[in-house]
């Protein structure tokens, strides 16, 4: 049959064509085999006769013979002793090639007819060597087959270096189960440990299904097996297991789709139990807050670093990383050999040999990215409050801010490492990608939870008492209740140390928009005039009113999180409104300021309800140096005009629709509803309405604005009554009782056409169009 399928050179298909032929019938035969299952379905089926005769015209490289030769040799009685050494002859063949899948040479080697990488895989290279790996877990005989580190370090790499350069192969393993959960036994040889981790994190990738951590041999003593620097590596898998599948893109899935999905789902996902799997290792928490918080003086020494480096320079998942930092190395060791060229020729060998500290400081970087990671989701998923009290009770925090200057937001070095074909302000450096994970976990840290005064130090918190007392308003119980022992200490807390970074940064970083989030995730919840006086005094509006107005800043996520943090900052204070109007002294700024606001109502609606909220409040107040503010301040004189606030209204409902709501849009909502409840308060509820119908009116569309408002109100009920939603933010946010959010709703969708507050009183039988199912199945 095989000559059949390699078939005869025939009459003109003598030569290399005729042997090319031959090749490309034996390589589609295989193809076929494997996928029906009958036939040719591996190369050992093959001769050897037949191979050797076609493999230098078909430029096999002879890895079918090689494939031929260890399917010999890893028969079920085998002892494996020769598979090394063919392994060994195999190798290069592959990790040449997948260093060129890496690097500037990836192009040509896609031009390649056979890589052998494909070679490989077709003769059944793959499958064979998960079968050598997995042999001993199949015999059932007392005595098991011992496997030497060095072949399973062998097997692991080549299926590596076949998963870079062949499609499909890693989609393949990923469906095989029992191989996945496998792997995770290999991971307690600490000689294997690398190898295997990088293809885990390979194969997960792109696994349909997420693996659930529960079906992972022993999995609390194999984690308590692991060194640090084994656990740092080892949440690099984590995180494929406990983040919910595109969370990235979150902001962008509409709320109809999420809304339907949560009624398929009714259980915790996968991710979810994975999570609560890994709170219930002992230690786990404790040990990760250790590794984010250690010292680069803490870590291993030089020696086994050293042997880590040299492994890692053979595993391609960190082949550009590595390239990077034997750069460092070697300019740093040509710096010193140079300042050193009229002493002995000893000190420049002991240069050479040592590990420079930049590599060590990478090297530390890299594991804090993966272990603020982990910790970052963790801190966003159910078991929240758990988390959030061992991350206290570890000192996570006060930890962080002893890092914060010398390695989380260290200067840069004229050799600071970045990737290859990357530059040092991409977001894909490891230096970068740590702070902006760091932002990340402050704001998931200080987000509506009581423990973000744990980012001060004592001085800063007694500061916050005095602003109260200075006030004469009721201290806040969290501040009060506070455990001194596991705050910050220092000159300055890490809110502090934030807030000075985040003057200094240039006008174009990336990081801008980050820390904009992570202070105003300090500020979110219940309004404290305290922690605004804090922020105030250390000149933050100032700082953000020169980004806005003064370097009119065009970044549409950097504008978003300013305006959002502004309006968290002013809310229902008077000083900040008082130090806005200082600011914007001049009509031309605050026309500039006010192009801002609309040039994307998105972005800059949670300001708007700030305003509009906060002018309401005044209104009703007796006081002096209120009504003072209230003449005087630009801002507030503006949202005073029932025109303005009628536009802003009319704006606000009509860029968001039901089918267009998603996570980020759906406050555009929310305000639109505040402007109307703060109505219905003073009785003006049908002024607003009947001026909307006017204004439809005036734009010649009559109904389309109270018809789509009428829609995202019936939405609104499905999705905000929701036993499952948390409403606190609503409450927490406006100062309104989330009943009287509930009654407005409700009173608008009243179907009484006669009522003046229900919004089909306006909208003419022939314009009506409020029956729409906008449900998404």
């Known amino acids: 049959m095989a000559a059949a399928a390699a078939g005869g050179p025939g009459p003109g298909g003598g030569g290399r064509r005729g042997a090319r032929a031959a090749a490309t019938n034996i390589l589609a035969q295989l193809r076929h085999g494997q996928l029906s299952g009958c036939g040719l379905t591996r190369g050992a089926q093959i001769t050897e006769a037949l191979l050797k005769e076609r493999d230098k015209q078909a430029k096999w490289n002879g890895i079918p013979l090689l494939l031929q030769k260890l399917y010999e040799h890893s028969h079920p009685n085998s002892d494996f002793s020769q598979c090394q050494s063919i392994l060994k002859e195999i190798s290069p063949l592959l990790s040449m090639e997948a260093m060129a899948f890496v690097t500037e040479d990836r192009k040509a080697a896609q031009e390649s007819t056979f890589p052998n990488t494909y070679t490989f895989d077709l003769f059944g290279g793959v499958d064979l060597l998960v079968e050598i790996l997995m042999r001993p877990t199949l015999i059932t005989q007392k005595k098991k087959q011992k496997i030497s580190d060095d072949l399973i370090k062998d097997c692991l790499s080549i299926l590596y270096n076949t998963c870079i350069c062949t499609e499909g192969v890693t989609r393949r393993l990923a469906e095989r189960n029992d191989f996945v959960l496998f792997l995770f036994t290999l991971m307690t040889n600490k000689k294997t440990f690398l190898q295997t981790a990088t293809l885990i994190e390979d194969i997960l990738g792109v ?10 041999p022993n999995l609390a003593s194999l984690v308590s097996s692991f060194d640090q620097q084994q656990l740092a590596n080892f949440c690099r898998i984590l995180a494929v297991t406990i983040s919910e599948l595109d969370t990235g893109s979150d902001d962008k899935h509409t709320l109809l789709a999420k809304n339907a999905q ?35 003086s803490e870590t291993t020494g030089t020696s086994s670093f050293l042997q880590e480096l040299e492994e890692w320079y053979t595993w391609l998942d960190n082949a550009l990383v590595l390239d990077a930092l034997m750069r460092v190395a070697n300019e740093e060791a040509e710096q010193s050999s140079t300042e050193s060229s009229d002493e002995s020729g000893l000190a420049n060998t002991s240069t050479r040999t040592q590990l420079p500290q930049s590599m060590k400081i990478m090297h530390e970087i890299m ?24 991350i206290a009770e570890f000192k996570l925090i006060p930890g962080l801010n002893n890092l914060f200057d010398k390695l989380i937001w260290r200067k840069h070095s004229a050799s600071a490492l970045v990737l290859h074909g990357h530059n040092q302000n991409c977001d894909c450096s490891p230096d970068i990608t740590l702070k902006i994970q760091f932002l990340r976990l402050l704001q998931s840290f200080s987000d509506h939870h009581e423990n973000k005064y744990l980012l001060l130090n004592s001085q800063e918190l007694n500061e ?17 209740n506070t455990d001194r022992s596991l705050v910050c200490d220092g000159k300055r807390g890490l809110l502090t140390r934030l807030l000075q970074v985040m003057k200094k940064e240039p006008a174009e970083s990336s990081f801008r928009f980050w820390q904009a989030r992570a202070v105003e995730s300090f500020l979110r919840g219940t309004t404290s005039y305290a922690d605004q006086m804090f922020l105030l005094k250390r000149g933050l509006l100032e700082h953000i009113l020169y980004c806005i107005v003064d370097s009119e800043c065009k970044s549409r996520d950097v504008l978003q999180s300013y305006f959002d943090l502004l309006g968290e900052l002013m809310k229902f204070n008077i000083d900040a409104f008082k130090r806005f109007n200082k600011y914007i002294n001049t009509d031309d700024k605050f026309q500039i300021f006010l192009n801002q606001i609309n040039s994307s109502l998105v972005d800059s609606n949670m300001l708007v309800r700030c305003i509009t909220l906060s002018l309401d409040r005044f209104e009703s107040q007796s006081d002096a140096k209120v ?10 004189s503006y949202m005073s005009q029932m025109s303005m606030r009628m536009s802003f209204l009319f704006r606000l409902i009509n860029i968001i629709h039901v089918q267009t709501l998603t996570q980020e849009n759906v406050s555009c909502l929310n305000t639109s509803l505040v402007i109307l409840m703060l109505a219905r308060r003073k009785e003006k509820l049908p002024f607003y309405l009947r001026t909307l119908q006017q204004m439809e009116y005036t734009e010649k569309y009559p109904g389309f604005i109270l018809n789509n408002f009428h829609s995202l109100l019936r939405f609104w009920q499905q999705h905000y009554l929701n036993k499952d939603k948390d409403s606190t933010c609503l409450e927490n946010s406006s100062c309104i009782s989330f009943t009287y959010w509930k009654e ?29 199912d906008f449900s998404e199945e």
Do not use: W
Not at 627 to 636: I, K, P, T, Y
Not at 749 to 769: F, G, H, N, W
């Open 262 to 296: 949560q009624k398929k789902n009714l259980g915790p996902s996968r991710a979810e139990i994975n999570q609560a799997t890994l709170l219930n290792i002992p230690g786990f928490i404790e040990r990760l807050c250790k590794l984010a918080t250690r010292k680069v």
């Open 464 to 480: 916050l008492s005095a602003i109260s007392h200075k006030a004469n308003i009721p201290e806040v119980d969290a501040v009060v």
């Open 367 to 390: 594991y804090k990215l993966e272990v603020l990671y982990v910790l970052c989701v963790l801190l966003m998923g159910r078991q929240r409050n758990q988390v959030h009290k061992m």
């Open 627 to 636: 009504a003072e503010v209230l003449s005087e301040c630009r801002l507030l």
């Open 744 to 772: 407005t709703v409700s009173i608008l969708l009243s179907p009484d056409r006669t009522s003046p507050c229900a919004i089909v009183s306006y909208i003419d039988e022939a314009y009506m169009d409020i029956d729409r």
């Open 207 to 216: 696994k349909k299904e997420m693996i659930q951590l529960d079906d992972i």
